[in-house]
Nanobody
Framework: QVQLVESGGGLVPAGGSLRLSCAASGATFRIDAMGWFRQAPGKERDLVATIDGAGGSIYYPDSVKGRFTISRDNAKKTVYLQMNSLKPEDTAVYYC?????????????????WGQGTQVTVSS
């Protein structure tokens, strides 16, 4: 099995930055693509960013493009999400996802492994 543990969430004022980390352990040889989703209260869990196994193919939805950057360090078995210019609407629980496939799928439950989530709160 694979375990994913997120860290780095917190409270930040609008315009601030946070860096989330997701460390994988266990049968990490199974992992190919990784990504981040987020879920605000009363809303669905939405895709935030994806990265393939080699780190060469990256995707962002328009809502975060230009503000968020996903990266991974395969030696450390960790994926990161650098979030800049944060807005109150970015407030959500952020979840790390991983899959044995070459791409992160939507909806979220189509992926193989999940973390417990980390809360990000952006104050106005």
């Amino acid at each position: 099995q694979v375990q994913l543990v997120e860290s780095g969430g917190g409270l930040v004022p609008a315009g601030g930055s946070l860096r989330l980390s997701c460390a994988a352990s266990g049968a990490t040889f199974r992992i190919d693509a990784m990504g981040w989703f987020r879920q605000a209260p009363g809303k669905e869990r939405d895709l935030v960013a994806t990265i393939d196994g080699a780190g060469g193919s990256i995707y962002y939805p328009d809502s975060v493009k230009g503000r968020f950057t996903i990266s991974r360090d395969n030696a450390k078995k960790t994926v990161y999400l650098q979030m800049n210019s944060l807005k109150p609407e970015d407030t959500a629980v952020y979840y790390c996802a991983a899959t044995t496939r070459a791409y992160i799928a939507t909806p979220f439950y189509e992926n193989d492994y999940w973390g417990q989530g980390t809360q990000v709160t952006v104050s106005s």
